[in-house]
Nanobody, 114 residues
Framework: QVQLVESGGGLVQAGGSLRLSCAVS????????WGWYRQAPGKQRELVST???????NYADPVKGRFTISRDNAKNTVYLQMNGLKPEDTAVYYC????????WGQGTQVTVSS
């Protein structure tokens, strides 16, 4: 059973930064493309960013130029560096494979105050 453990969220003022981490419990990590997702209150979960096995990245339009996804195959971990945070970035952030394969983790709450 693969477990996904997200961390690094918190409360930050608009314009601030956070770095999220997602630790994957097994070495299946390097076999897949990974994504960061977020779910704001009352909204559907949306895909924010992806990174392939060859480290190619992609970003949803609302976060382009502000967020950076990365991965460390040795640590089975995917990261999301978030700069220039806006109140509309407030959400619970999750990681999973692209086209999610595994049970969702508990997520990490990001709250951006104006």
């Amino acid at each position: 059973q693969v477990q996904l453990v997200e961390s690094g969220g918190g409360l930050v003022q608009a314009g601030g930064s956070l770095r999220l981490s997602c630790a994957v419990s097994r070495s299946v990590f390097r076999s897949y493309a990974w994504g960061w997702y977020r779910q704001a209150p009352g909204k559907q979960r949306e895909l924010v960013s992806t990174i392939t096995r060859t480290f190619s990245t992609n970003y949803a339009d609302p976060v382009k130029g502000r967020f950076t996804i990365s991965r460390d195959n040795a640590k089975n971990t995917v990261y999301l560096q978030m700069n220039g945070l806006k109140p509309e970035d407030t959400a619970v952030y999750y990681c999973n494979t692209v086209a999610p394969l595994y049970d969702w983790g508990q997520g990490t709450q990001v709250t951006v105050s104006s």
